[in-house]
């Protein structure tokens, strides 16, 4: 029987308990808005807080989301659909921006690499309206997009810094570029759900 040199061991004992305490304080650090079990299905369903940006005028906002063995990228748009001088009808309301089920996601990464992502299903924006001081009406829409990971695309996301999102909804493209600090919240976020 081989002897183990004490040294060694104390060693990896110690690295052993560095690693589970940092995966324990990385774990304690997530914040989740759900976090709880689909009655019906019996499955765990998790969803991290959201992460606001703001990028340009208008604030996009994402969350991770865990349901079951399956894993998301949440993003949640709200956004002006322009100003009218007539009150906007149902009909009006209701054909707003429209996301198709498979619509890409397209991850931009800092090595140029392009991660494509799919909308899980057809998501219609919630539209509604102001009514401003000088009578107009100013549209509005707010829409969560789901967009499924599978492992590879949340080691990708999770190994490398984010640069760029597109989102195609319909005839229409969103950019939104993301700094250092962005990235990093993405990355610290994608980690509670691994």
């Excluded at 052993?16 to 305490?21: A, K, R, T, Y």
């Excluded at 993003?75 to 100003?83: F, Q, Y």
Aim: net charge positive; aromatic share 8%.
């Amino acid at each position: 029987m081989r002897t183990v040199n004490k040294k060694r061991f104390i060693s990896l004992a110690l690295a052993v308990s560095m690693f589970f305490s940092v995966a324990t304080a990385n774990a304690a650090k997530c914040k989740y808005n759900v976090d709880t079990v689909n009655h019906r299905t019996g499955e765990k369903v998790r969803w991290t807080k959201w992460n606001t940006f703001r990028l340009r005028q208008d604030p996009v906002m994402l969350a991770v989301v865990a349901e079951g063995d399956r894993k998301y990228l949440a993003l949640r748009m709200n956004g002006p659909r322009g100003t009218r001088t007539d009150r906007p009808t149902k009909a009006v309301l209701d054909s707003g921006l429209i996301v198709q089920e498979g619509a890409n996601l397209l991850v931009l990464m800092a090595d140029e690499s392009v991660l494509e992502l799919h909308a899980e299903k057809e998501v219609v924006a919630d539209s509604y309206y102001y009514v401003m001081g000088n009578g107009t009406f100013d549209l509005n829409f707010t829409v969560i997009i789901k967009y499924e990971l599978d492992d590879g695309a949340l080691t990708e996301l999770t190994s490398k810094r984010l640069k760029v999102l597109r989102l195609s909804a319909g005839d229409e493209d969103f950019d939104f570029e993301f700094g250092d600090k962005g990235s990093d919240r993405v990355s610290k976020a994608l980690v509670c759900i691994q």
